[in-house]
């Protein structure tokens, strides 16, 4: 049973028990109400606390139980709340850490609330592009307001508890306890302040008997849904849903507004988009676990930082640590370099305290962490080193070999590479099991993601570290295999191919980039290209056209690139730019050397459609993935998605191209595939699915 159950004079106590926050998973529901049966049949109880057990009140549903039969089945969390509400002896909810969705709504079905101080609160559904479906839409208003109600909704985030209890005239907390570790003792003297005014057979109070007014109703919702509308763009439906249900709570009476919310929640939950956010849930969760790497495994302690390398990634990279409260040392060849390399992070949280989003003396704490030399016997004693010099595997061997001659034993190194052997850098020491790559994207202070590479003979231990260490400074995480580009950059240089031959064929820059945009891309290919670079591609370009003579590419990119087009740092690209600005602006040089490119292949140019666009460029990065996925270099179709919504700004709605993709039936990737493959321009190679893709087509089956 996931609740425990207890007598205290007379008093009831049902404390859920189901860690790690309580989720309300249908053996927490049944012990629930076993227990609330049992204290209305004893007639020495007379009220009755809820409450949660460990680190939370309740998180609400249990995931694992997401879309299963299991979620619904009686009693479903609409069923408990009514058996509470109804319940004839008091029911008082003693809230703490954590109330959240379904724990949440379970408290509002009690007739009496305390709750501890430093308690989130939350109705986050909406994260999961749903609404609140057991009764939050129609209680909550009820006890906060019309206004501060919605605003939890609809964002999603979570207040504090001591921040609601200031709220005027808010009915959501009778009392709030002390503090967290008094509330079980106070919740007992409420509960018997309420037995002293209360008669049996009494009426109890009831949040559902509440009225729900706004003076100003119509207008208020008008204006919410304009905000809405202007943040969404018609990309998710579900905030606009948690306006209507709200909205519904002002005009309907209380079970006409429940019949209504459950409508919406049942039809949100299989849009596409629902889908994808609740896969992409899982999904962060799955990301962070490797399967032989258990979490019993034992970490090493990482309590100082080294990094070799000041420049864009080297300082960025360091941000990470000092803001999460390690101390960095940072090391270079030369003290203009370190200069430099310290004056650009100063600089980047100093815009940060101009914006109001950092305050001065966390800045100085944040400085006061770091340091810098010029000799590697000041970082010896790191417990975590990481490698951000010049992409050369020469200069990668002088900087391992160094490391492995100095650095103290159980350190770990790691590299920053993007796309150099892993096992090749860790074969420069004498210590390969300590040596890992953390692929840090750009800028590396902002991007969530990091690829943790593993190499042949990196250590569990190593592994276990390194993902503890992702998340203390608050990255995504996703193992990824040793090959050229890992998982992230291999698959995009097929992307890139794709986008070089779409232009080959008749399109523009701007076309290619506004349907992708369009499709809900935070960029398309050409303004990235520009943005990280031109000549990055280029220099990846001229290896391949060494390593692999038959891979067929779009020269167009290379032209760009002799013009010294190299984008945004030059001012010039595939589009112009204003210094200061990042407006991409079309350039006619550009479309006239595309042009006379296109004559010099004999390509007459032909009208491609956005649809085709999208296809070809999402369905390249599909193709690929599916070789990683069979080669092993990920572990799930899941920690594909993961790398392209935190690194790639993939649209999150989509849920990641994999899971695009299962959304689409891989059958119909196939099909398009095979279409591909017949235009003469495009490379049939390339289109011919990969094994894994045209088995689970053909057998019906998805990624996920
Ligand atoms: P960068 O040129 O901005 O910085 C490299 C720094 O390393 C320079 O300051 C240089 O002085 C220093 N350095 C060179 N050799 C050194 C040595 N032997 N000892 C100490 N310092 C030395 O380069 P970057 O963009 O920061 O890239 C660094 C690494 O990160 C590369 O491996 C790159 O592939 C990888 N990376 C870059 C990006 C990106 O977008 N820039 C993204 C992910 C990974």
Redesign the pocket.
């Known amino acids: 049973m996931s609740a425990d159950y207890t007598v205290q004079g007379d008093l009831a106590v049902i404390t859920m028990n189901n860690p790690p926050i309580n989720g309300l998973g249908l053996s927490t529901r049944l012990a629930i109400v076993a227990g609330l049966e049992k204290a209305l049949a004893d007639d020495q109880v007379k009220a009755i606390v809820l409450t949660g057990a460990g680190k939370a009140f309740s998180g609400g549903a249990d995931i694992k139980e997401f879309g299963s039969p299991k979620a619904i089945q009686e009693p479903n969390l609409l069923s408990v709340i009514v058996a509470l509400e109804n319940a004839s002896k008091p029911v008082i909810a003693a809230v703490h850490t954590v109330a959240m969705g379904g724990g949440l709504e379970l408290a509002l079905g009690c007739h009496y609330r305390i709750a501890a101080p430093g308690c989130d609160v939350a109705l986050p559904e909406v994260k999961l592009g749903l609404i609140p479906g057991a009764g939050g839409t129609q209680r909550l208003p009820r006890v906060l307001g019309v206004e501060a109600a919605l605003n939890m909704i609809v964002s999603g985030e979570a207040i504090k508890s001591e921040m609601l209890a200031m709220l005027p005239g808010q009915k959501l907390f009778d009392q709030m306890a002390s503090s967290p570790q008094s509330l079980a003792q106070e919740a007992a003297d409420f509960a018997h302040e309420v037995l002293q005014n209360h008669v049996p057979g009494m009426a109890l109070p009831r949040v559902r008997d509440l009225p729900c007014k706004h003076p100003n109703a119509q207008a208020f919702f008008k204006f919410s849904t304009n905000m809405v509308n202007g943040m969404t763009k018609g990309k998710y439906p579900a905030p606009l849903k948690c306006i209507e249900a709200v909205q519904n709570a002002t005009t309907m009476k209380f079970d006409e507004g429940m019949r209504a919310e459950r409508e919406i929640f049942t039809n949100l939950m299989w849009t596409p988009e629902c889908r994808a956010l609740r896969h992409l849930f899982v999904a962060q969760r799955a990301a962070s676990k490797i399967e032989d790497v258990p979490s019993t495994t034992p970490v090493r302690e990482i309590k100082s930082v080294a990094v ?7 300082g960025g990279i360091s941000m990470n640590f000092l803001n999460a409260g390690i101390p960095v040392k940072m ?3 030369k003290q203009d ?1 370190l200069d430099r ?1 310290l004056a650009i992070i100063e600089k980047n949280y100093q815009a940060q305290v101009k914006k109001g989003k950092l305050k001065e003396d966390k800045l100085k704490q944040r400085m006061g962490l770091l340091s810098t030399t010029l000799s590697y016997d000041e970082i010896r004693d790191a417990d975590l080193v990481i490698e ?4 050369e595997m020469g ?1 990668k061997e ?2 391992f070999k160094k490391l492995d001659s100095v650095m103290k034993p159980g350190a770990i190194l790691a590299s ?4 150099l052997d892993v096992n090749a850098i860790a074969g420069f020491t004498q210590r390969p099991q300590d040596v890992v790559g953390l ?4 800028p590396a202070n902002v991007m969530k993601l990091l690829e943790v590479v593993r190499g042949a003979k990196t250590g569990k231990d190593v592994m276990a570290t390194v993902m503890g260490v992702a998340k203390k400074i608050k990255k995504t995480a996703v193992v990824s295999g040793v090959c050229d580009g890992f998982i992230g950059n291999r698959m995009i240089e097929q992307y890139s191919r794709q986008a070089g031959f779409l232009i080959e064929e008749g399109c523009t820059p701007q076309q290619v980039d506004k349907a992708v945009e369009k499709f809900g891309f935070a960029m398309g290919p050409f303004r990235m290209g520009d943005l ?1 670079g031109n000549d990055i591609g280029w220099a990846i370009r001229k290896r391949r056209y060494q390593e692999k003579p038959d891979m067929k590419y779009s020269k167009t990119a290379d032209l760009l690139c002799e013009q010294g087009r190299f984008g945004q740092k030059v001012g010039k690209g595939w589009y112009d730019y204003v210094a200061g600005k990042r407006d991409a602006i079309p350039n006619k040089d550009v479309e006239d050397m595309i042009a006379q490119h296109r004559t010099a292949m004999g390509i007459t140019p032909r009208k491609i459609s956005d649809e085709e666009i999208v296809q070809r460029l999402v369905f390249s990065l599909v193709n690929e993935a599916a070789y990683i996925l069979e080669e092993g270099i990920a572990a799930r179709a899941s920690d594909i998605d993961m790398v392209y919504i935190t690194g790639y700004g993939f649209p999150i709605y989509r849920g990641g191209p994999m899971n695009y993709a299962d959304q689409l039936g891989l059958f119909n990737v196939v099909q398009a595939m095979k279409r591909f493959a017949l235009n003469p321009h495009d490379d049939a190679q390339f289109w011919q699915p990969a094994p894994l893709l045209a088995r689970l087509a053909a057998d019906g089956k998805t990624f996920n």
């Open positions: 070799i390398g000041a420049g864009t990634m080297g090391l270079e060849m370099a390399g951000a010099v010049f992409e200069v002088t900087v920053n590479t993007s796309t692929h840090f994207f750009s990280a």
